[in-house]
């Protein structure tokens, strides 16, 4: 692999990690990139009329990473794992993650839908259960009982199983595979919290036998969650459900790892206000889409921060339509939250409802990137004089083929040493920043909350 540039190499971040919160790559003097805004393409497109031109836009031109726009925000994204789905319908185990060609195979001949069309509610909605789309492209409406799937207790072939331990090892970016909830938001959302804060990812036991004593291994595992009234702790069982001998929803890429399940299940108690440790398949449904910045910051008492990748206006008189984003602005506001080329806030994105709601014409099936969709942003690369955002697909496999980084390694500062990530592997992959900017409609970060120890 390269280094960032020819003659500058990679020296190890010269501000602690204690100092995270003041300190980015965009600050950081050690290797420099040229910081540009889109003010020079909007006085060439504006010619003589930029005084006329509102005073907030020529803001939001001059400054080099994207202003926040809490108008961003949408509260609709989600897509099932289609392997998870068709796993379960099967009654068999799909190929391992590794073997993309393998479980393409698996999918579409479990599910009858070809990827290219599987990926987009505007061709299809098998992964998008309860999701009406428009003549538009945009969701007109969202049924959030329907897609659950099985239900509680032994019938309908589901069984509630403790198969192993909360932790394995430590919490990893890797650890979240997402199941056959349309929860893609907040998978992602856990991926990128495990991946900046992993110390914020804990387990709290609470025993179930009298006198606070924990007797014949019985506990409940109390998970937090956050909103404007406080912190929520949802104590639940390590039980989690399988039908046909097949997690049904989140699981750990080690199936002897349960973190995930709990954390998935606990948010379903969460949002459905239910006590019930096995929650049946309408309780599960509840939360099938949302809003991936809402659930970092519901995991971690943060605040969240929104950021647009389009923001068109029309010029006075000229009538000419004019985009203050830039891709390098996106870039550069990823670097902006990065500290050794790795997120050090939690970052997700999320693409369009559909490949027609976007202002250019996209392809998400060609570019292998799924439409309503959330995947975690781990940070940023720059490799022959492009660009780079690495993302993670929470499937833990369908990487992005359209403009990315080639199957190399991608190397970010990781606390203390620089951690080696596949790239095109386990749902990891690098997007130029153009390519990001067209199929992806927004991004966001969420702050660690002052005096948290997240790392």
């Given at each position: 692999m390269t280094s960032l540039d020819p003659s500058v190499a990679r020296p190890a971040p010269q501000v602690p990690i204690a100092d995270i919160h003041v300190a980015s790559d965009l600050q950081q003097s050690s290797v420099r990139f040229p910081v540009t805004s889109s003010l020079a393409r909007l006085q060439e497109a504006a010619g003589e009329h930029l005084a006329q031109v509102p005073a907030q836009a020529v803001r939001a031109a001059q400054s080099p990473t994207v202003l926040p726009d809490p108008a961003v925000a949408r509260a609709t994204v989600g897509a099932a794992n289609p392997a998870s789905l068709a796993a379960i319908r099967d009654g068999g185990v799909a190929p391992e993650l590794g073997d993309s060609p393998g479980l393409a195979a698996f999918v579409e001949r479990s599910l009858g839908v070809a990827l290219p069309r599987l990926v987009d509610p505007a061709q299809s909605r098998t992964i998008y259960p309860g999701l009406t789309i428009g003549a538009s492209g945009e969701i007109a409406a969202i049924d959030r009982a329907v897609g659950g799937g099985g239900g509680g207790g032994a019938g309908g072939g589901v069984s509630w199983v403790d198969a192993g331990e909360f932790f394995t090892d430590a919490a990893q970016?890797?650890?979240?595979?997402?199941?056959?909830?349309?929860?893609?938001?907040?998978?992602?959302?856990?991926?990128?919290?495990?991946?900046?804060?992993?110390?914020?990812?804990?387990?709290?036991?609470?025993?179930?036998?009298?006198?606070?004593?924990?007797?014949?291994?019985?506990?409940?595992?109390?998970?937090?969650?956050?909103?404007?009234?406080?912190?929520?702790?949802?104590?639940?069982?390590?039980?989690?459900?399988?039908?046909?001998?097949?997690?049904?929803?989140?699981?750990?890429?080690?199936?002897?790892?349960?973190?995930?399940?709990?954390?998935?299940?606990?948010?379903?108690?969460?949002?459905?206000?239910?006590?019930?440790?096995?929650?049946?398949?309408?309780?599960?449904?509840?939360?099938?889409?949302?809003?991936?910045?809402?659930?970092?910051?519901?995991?971690?008492?943060?605040?969240?921060?929104?950021?647009?990748?389009?923001?068109?206006?029309?010029?006075?008189?000229?009538?000419?339509?004019?985009?203050?984003?830039?891709?390098?602005?996106?870039?550069?506001?990823?670097?902006?939250?990065?500290?050794?080329?790795?997120?050090?806030?939690?970052?997700?994105?999320?693409?369009?409802?559909?490949?027609?709601?976007?202002?250019?014409?996209?392809?998400y099936g060609t570019a292998n990137i799924v439409a309503n969709h959330a995947y975690s942003i781990l940070g940023w690369d720059y490799q022959n004089g492009e660009e780079y955002i690495i993302l993670r697909n929470p499937w833990g496999y369908y990487e992005g083929t359209d403009n990315v980084e080639g199957a190399g390694t991608w190397q970010a500062w990781d606390i203390s040493y620089w951690r080696q990530t596949p790239l095109s592997s386990a749902g990891v992959f690098g997007l130029r920043a153009d390519t990001f900017k067209q199929y992806y409609q927004g991004y966001g970060s969420v702050t660690f909350p002052a005096g948290s120890d997240p790392v």
């Amino acid at each position: 692999m390269t280094s960032l540039d020819p003659s500058v190499a990679r020296p190890a971040p010269q501000v602690p990690i204690a100092d995270i919160h003041v300190a980015s790559d965009l600050q950081q003097s050690s290797v420099r990139f040229p910081v540009t805004s889109s003010l020079a393409r909007l006085q060439e497109a504006a010619g003589e009329h930029l005084a006329q031109v509102p005073a907030q836009a020529v803001r939001a031109a001059q400054s080099p990473t994207v202003l926040p726009d809490p108008a961003v925000a949408r509260a609709t994204v989600g897509a099932a794992n289609p392997a998870s789905l068709a796993a379960i319908r099967d009654g068999g185990v799909a190929p391992e993650l590794g073997d993309s060609p393998g479980l393409a195979a698996f999918v579409e001949r479990s599910l009858g839908v070809a990827l290219p069309r599987l990926v987009d509610p505007a061709q299809s909605r098998t992964i998008y259960p309860g999701l009406t789309i428009g003549a538009s492209g945009e969701i007109a409406a969202i049924d959030r009982a329907v897609g659950g799937g099985g239900g509680g207790g032994a019938g309908g072939g589901v069984s509630w199983v403790d198969a192993g331990e909360f932790f394995t090892d430590a919490a990893q970016f890797t650890d979240p595979i997402q199941g056959g909830l349309a929860d893609c938001y907040y998978i992602s959302a856990l991926a990128s919290v495990a991946w900046a804060g992993p110390l914020l990812i804990e387990q709290r036991t609470l025993p179930t036998a009298t006198g606070d004593a924990f007797a014949g291994g019985t506990a409940l595992d109390a998970i937090s969650f956050f909103d404007s009234a406080g912190r929520h702790d949802i104590d639940t069982s390590e039980l989690l459900p399988q039908q046909n001998s097949q997690w049904m929803y989140a699981h750990a890429v080690d199936p002897k790892e349960l973190w995930v399940g709990v954390y998935e299940k606990a948010f379903a108690m969460w949002k459905g206000d239910t006590t019930n440790e096995e929650p049946d398949g309408a309780e599960y449904a509840v939360i099938n889409y949302g809003d991936t910045v809402a659930a970092a910051a519901a995991l971690t008492g943060g605040a969240p921060s929104y950021f647009p990748t389009t923001d068109i206006i029309t010029l006075p008189i000229l009538n000419i339509k004019f985009d203050l984003i830039s891709p390098e602005q996106i870039w550069q506001t990823v670097r902006a939250h990065s500290l050794g080329m790795r997120t050090v806030t939690p970052m997700v994105a999320w693409t369009y409802p559909s490949a027609t709601a976007a202002p250019t014409p996209i392809d998400y099936g060609t570019a292998n990137i799924v439409a309503n969709h959330a995947y975690s942003i781990l940070g940023w690369d720059y490799q022959n004089g492009e660009e780079y955002i690495i993302l993670r697909n929470p499937w833990g496999y369908y990487e992005g083929t359209d403009n990315v980084e080639g199957a190399g390694t991608w190397q970010a500062w990781d606390i203390s040493y620089w951690r080696q990530t596949p790239l095109s592997s386990a749902g990891v992959f690098g997007l130029r920043a153009d390519t990001f900017k067209q199929y992806y409609q927004g991004y966001g970060s969420v702050t660690f909350p002052a005096g948290s120890d997240p790392v």
